[in-house]
């Protein structure tokens, strides 16, 4: 079965750091990119940002350039959010999620995601 | 940026009427469009990917058409399992951003 699973999400004070961590598991992780989706409470879905396989392509959303950066290790099969000088507007259910088979473009599979609160 | 804009935001219909959402580009993007459905308390899925494929599995009731700007999802005949809000989504090179979503009721 295909699955990821996210963690490190919590209780963060504004301007402190968190990590997150996806683990991928039923695919070939090293071959697909990847991206974190986030959505704030009873609000949209944002995306965050992007790595390709290599991590040779990365891309994030304005909102969090400089501040946040993908990572992944395809030898443990997993996808990394480093989340820096985190503000109150960054809370949010962050979801990783998983290039399409069918096409680069889109997304097939995602997590159940990790809360994060800044407060 | 390229900037999604999803109308309406909220469509109330009848079970067994169609339901067609849209979602209109800032500026013109390839047919690298994609639908999602999100029902309450559910992540996301999948629907149509490049503007007018369905995804193996989804019912042929959900289809995507448009090209430029203008793109559409088209539901054919609602029923209350559609209940959920819809999300288009477009890729330009490695940035990818989200429409704003419309929420269907029934």
């Known amino acids: 079965e295909v699955q990821l699973v996210e963690s490190g999400g919590g209780l963060v004070q504004p301007g402190r750091s968190l990590r997150l961590s996806c683990v991928a598991s039923g695919f070939s992780f090293d071959t697909y990119a990847m991206h974190w989706v986030r959505q704030a409470p009873g609000k949209g879905l944002e995306w965050v940002s992007g790595?390709?396989?290599?991590?040779?392509?990365?891309d994030y959303a304005d909102s969090v350039k400089g501040r946040f950066t993908v990572s992944r290790d395809n030898a443990q099969k997993s996808l990394y959010l480093q989340m820096n000088s985190l503000r109150v507007e960054d809370t949010a259910l962050y979801y990783c999620?998983?290039?399409?088979?069918?096409?680069?473009?889109?997304?097939?599979?995602w997590g159940q995601g990790t809360t994060v609160t800044v407060s | 940026e390229i900037v999604l804009t999803q109308s309406p935001a909220t469509l109330s219909l009848s079970p067994g009427e169609r339901a067609t959402l849209s979602c209109r580009a800032s500026q013109t993007i390839r047919n690298y469009l994609a639908w999602y459905q999100q029902k309450p308390g559910q992540v996301p899925r999948l629907l149509i990917y490049?503007?007018?494929n369905r995804v193996p599995g989804i019912p042929a009731k959900f289809s995507g058409s448009g090209s430029g700007t203008d793109f559409t999802l088209t539901i054919s005949s609602l029923e209350p399992a559609d209940v959920a809000v819809y999300y288009c989504q477009q890729r330009s090179d490695w940035t990818f951003t989200f429409g704003g979503g419309t929420k269907v009721e029934i």
């Open positions: 999620a998983k290039e399409s088979d069918a096409t680069p473009s889109a997304m097939d599979v």
């Open positions: 490049d503007a007018s």
């Open positions: 790595i390709s396989w290599s991590s040779g392509s990365v």
